[in-house]
């Protein structure tokens, strides 16, 4: 173009191509780039021309062109370019990349949130495809965390896992497949027969003790020699996994439950008729944190039919255990005949208090209390967790004496038998210490205090 008295020449056909644009849709900026003549230029023909503007909210805010933008952006494109690319102004994009701190922003995609579910334990493949996806639309690790109701460094080691190599873009197939190949276990399991280690498990097994106190007190009997060392759930996987056909009779003598799998149960308390008894909200508080020893918790097992029953009495800081002997009955006058027999064998420091649940066969609990001067409190009615170191240790019994059967075959011989091997069990709580450890312990620090 050139000038003929102050006019631009050719200026008609500038202005014929940019209205050509600017009609077919494009934007100003589009048009103006495309006529070559600038963008304040570009409105005051339009002003000029009586054409309405476009509306700005229409592209330049959509989410779509932002995508966009940042797309060029990251092939390398400068700021100015890529806002020209996508038809937007280059304040537009200086104003998006400044805002974004020079970062692209996280995308907010409703749809995607609502379908990406909290889970737990292991991510499953459903999982792995809703990362690819908010991956896709350039979601942070720590926003998908969020949505997943994961630990951050789950996902970062997810994204790693499903990348062929650091630069590429996560896929979900490649990081199922390399956990499918990750969890082929080729390799034997450690516990094998005839091993030192199995050995010393098996035995262990057969004095009823549980894998995780095996697992334990292993570390504990050999602590320079790891090869001597397994995990409670390898034992269990070792009687579970491999225990078929011969194992079976002895997964039901090792495990306390004596079944091959695990199954829910519950157990329920009836409340008696109980007179003049005192509610467990009356017992000293001390007796609640298991402090102070002496404080006891009491029930019966019962045998087949509810005709035969065993007494049971446990300490609650120590876990040590009592066993009744009821040869005929559970009336109220046989328990509180050997109630009164077996608390004066109890130490004195260790006689403050017995909780029972409100059953007819604690009738005469005040006459216990004349015998033995030890004061007793009764649980709420369908409340066994208020005695629940009883109730667990009725759990540990039934690994002797199996629901279903007469239990007044079993003499006073055989219930101190089992007391004994109950009050040896090295327990989590004592630090892998046995009840007996335990009371004897109190028991000498109470005599050295006094002396």
Not at 210 to 219: F, G, H, M, V
Request: charged letters at 25%; hydrophobic letters at 35%.
């Amino acid at each position: 173009m050139g000038r003929r008295g102050g006019r631009i020449v050719g200026r008609e056909s500038v202005e014929k191509r940019f209205f050509a644009a600017f009609d077919r849709g494009e934007s100003v900026a589009s048009a103006a780039h495309e006529a070559g003549i600038g963008y304040n230029a570009a409105y005051r023909w339009i002003h000029r021309s009586g054409r309405k503007l476009p509306k700005r909210s229409s592209k330049w805010r959509s989410d779509e062109v932002k995508e966009q933008f940042w797309a060029e952006l990251g092939s390398g494109m400068p700021v100015a370019a890529a806002a020209r690319a996508v038809g937007v102004s280059k304040a537009a994009g200086r104003d998006w990349f400044s805002k974004g701190g020079g970062v692209r922003p996280a995308t907010e995609r409703r749809d995607l949130e609502a379908s990406a579910s909290v889970g737990r334990g292991r991510l499953t493949f459903t999982d792995r495809c809703r990362i690819e996806e908010l991956m896709l639309a350039h979601y942070r690790p720590a926003r998908i965390a969020a949505l997943l109701g994961r630990p951050r460094s789950t996902i970062t080691r997810e994204l790693d896992r499903g990348r062929t190599n650091p630069g590429q873009r996560y896929r979900a197939v490649i990081a199922q497949a390399a956990v499918e190949n990750k969890a082929r276990r080729p390799k034997v399991m450690k516990l094998q027969p005839g091993t030192a280690l199995w050995n010393e498990v098996a035995s262990r097994l057969r004095k009823r003790h549980s894998p995780e106190q095996i697992s334990n007190c292993l570390r504990i009997d050999f602590p320079s020699e790891p090869e001597m060392w397994v995990s409670h759930e390898t034992i269990y996987q070792a009687l579970y996994v491999q225990g078929r056909g011969s194992l079976r009779e002895e997964i039901k003598r090792a495990l306390r439950s004596g079944r091959v799998r695990r199954i829910p149960q519950g157990r329920t308390t009836r409340p008696g008729p109980v007179r003049n008894m005192v509610n467990i909200s009356e017992r000293p508080a001390e007796a609640n944190d298991r402090a102070v020893p002496g404080h006891w918790e009491g029930d019966l097992i019962m045998g087949a039919g509810n005709r035969s029953a065993i007494g049971t009495l446990v300490e609650r800081t120590t876990g040590f255990v009592m066993l009744l002997h009821l040869p005929d009955d559970h009336s109220a006058a046989t328990v509180a005949e050997a109630m009164t027999a077996a608390i004066p064998k109890i130490p004195e420091v260790m006689q403050r208090s017995l909780t029972w649940d409100q059953g007819s066969e604690m009738a005469l609990h005040t006459k216990i209390t004349e015998a033995t001067g030890l004061p007793i409190y009764f649980c709420d009615p369908h409340s066994p967790w208020q005695r629940g170191t009883n109730e667990n240790t009725n759990g540990l019994l039934r690994q002797y004496f199996p629901k279903g059967t007469d239990l007044s075959v079993h003499g006073p011989g055989i219930l101190a038998n089992v007391a004994a091997e109950l009050n040896g069990r090295p327990r989590k709580r004592h630090n892998w210490k046995t009840p007996t450890e335990e009371l004897d312990r109190l028991l000498q620090s109470d005599e050295s205090s006094v002396a």
